[in-house]
Structures are given as structure tokens and as C-alpha cells.
């Protein structure tokens, strides 16, 4: 199994960015699909992006263009850069794990692997 770990959260103006990173110690990282999700205060949580070991992404359509998501095996650590940010955005980042999932790889239950969450605050 393997272990996520967020950093990189904080608190950042409107308009500015953030880059947040997921360490995943334990198993073999490169063979995980992994994902970022999100919840905001008083909303369930949500998808946000997602890249396979083969470094396909997937993007939330309400996202995408604004987020990206990467990884880089070597350092066992997937990252989520976030631009252009809005208050919206506000919300605690989970990266998740996955063995194996459908595609398009969107569903909570499909990751078995789950961080505990890096504080993200857009501030208007």
C-alpha cells in the first residue's frame, strides 16, 4: 500500500497561485494512479484532477485550464498547480491513490488510498 502525505497549502490572495505537493511513501508509487479532490465548507467532496502512471490527466470541467496536475516518480510526489485562484477555490485538498479505477477515474470510491488534507484559503 502507499501513504499520501499533501503539503503546500496556505493562504493566497485571488488572482495568485499556489502549488501543492503529494509525497506517497510505501508501495510502488509509479504503478498508482493518483488524484486530487477537494472539500469546501458545507459541500461534499469533489473531484479535481487525476493522472495515471502513464501521466494521462484528467481534469474537473470546471477546472481545467486553471489546475494542472503532475507527477515525477522518482521523488514519489504528484503535484497539483493551481492558478488564477478564486475564493471558490477555498476547500481542504485530499490526494488520493489508486490501485486500479473506470475512467474517467472521478469517483471517490475507486481511490483506496487517502492523505489527510492541506488547508487551502483564496482570500477576495
Known amino acids: 500500500q502507499v501513504q499520501p502525505v499533501e503539503s503546500g497549502g496556505g493562504l493566497v490572495q485571488a488572482g495568485g497561485s499556489l502549488r501543492l505537493s503529494c509525497a506517497a511513501s510505501?508501495?510502488?508509487?509509479?504503478?498508482?494512479?493518483m488524484g486530487w479532490f477537494r472539500q469546501a465548507p458545507g459541500k461534499e467532496r469533489e473531484f479535481v484532477a487525476a493522472i495515471t502512471s502513464g501521466r494521462t490527466t484528467y481534469y474537473a470541467n470546471s477546472l481545467k485550464g486553471r489546475f494542472t496536475i503532475s507527477r515525477e516518480n522518482a521523488k514519489n510526489t504528484v503535484f497539483l498547480q493551481m492558478n488564477s485562484l478564486k475564493p471558490e477555490d477555498t476547500a481542504v485538498y485530499y490526494c488520493?491513490?489508486?490501485?486500479?479505477?473506470?475512467?474517467?477515474?472521478?469517483?471517490?470510491?475507486?481511490?483506496?488510498?487517502w492523505g489527510q488534507g492541506t488547508q487551502v484559503t483564496v482570500s477576495s
Open positions: 488520493a491513490a489508486a490501485d486500479s479505477t473506470n475512467w474517467p477515474p472521478r469517483e471517490e470510491s475507486e481511490y483506496d488510498y
Open positions: 510505501g508501495g510502488t508509487f509509479s504503478y498508482y494512479l
